[in-house]
């Protein structure tokens, strides 16, 4: 099983990926403080190899950057951890759709699934995974300490 993100029939299926050797994935806040209101600034989903270079994951919603699309979101709270806490919670809860979208041939061959007895197996990712991504270089990247 693959991911299709622009089919509108499909029967939305809920699945956990579990990230495989070979690949670190960063989910990074940018924070402000101002006022004595702490606002999220934006969220960003990075791919890093053995090196930390970082990758943009051939996901739909992340931008050239790969910050996150994440819609309607509040972000003013009351302290970083607040934020870092909301942030994960729009990510958890949100879905994934096709505005930011590339190609999906990327996306299959890198997300892949086997239905077992109970539950769905991450299967490996065909290919080298850093062939299947775009090499980033942001200004936020070079912050990110992994």
Not at 21 to 50: I, P, R, Y
Not at 53 to 62: A, C, K, Q, V
Request: net charge negative; with cysteine.
């Amino acid at each position: 099983m693959v991911p299709m993100f622009a089919s509108g029939t499909d029967i939305e299926m809920p699945l956990v990926w579990s990230v495989p050797a070979g690949v670190k994935v960063v989910f990074a806040v940018l924070t402000k403080e101002e006022d004595e209101v702490v606002s999220v600034e934006g969220n960003w989903l990075f791919a890093c190899d053995q090196d930390n270079r970082g990758y943009r994951l051939p996901l739909p919603n992340l931008h050239d950057d790969c910050r996150i699309c994440t819609g309607q979101f509040e972000g003013d709270q009351e302290n970083a951890f607040a934020c870092v806490k909301a942030s994960l919670e729009q990510f958890n809860q949100s879905k994934w759709n096709s505005d930011l979208m590339r190609t999906s041939e990327q996306s299959q061959k890198f997300f892949r699934f086997q239905p077992t007895k109970d539950s769905f197996e991450t299967l490996p990712i065909q290919g080298e995974w850093t062939a299947l991504c775009n090499k980033i270089s942001t200004a936020l990247w070079e912050r990110v300490i992994v």
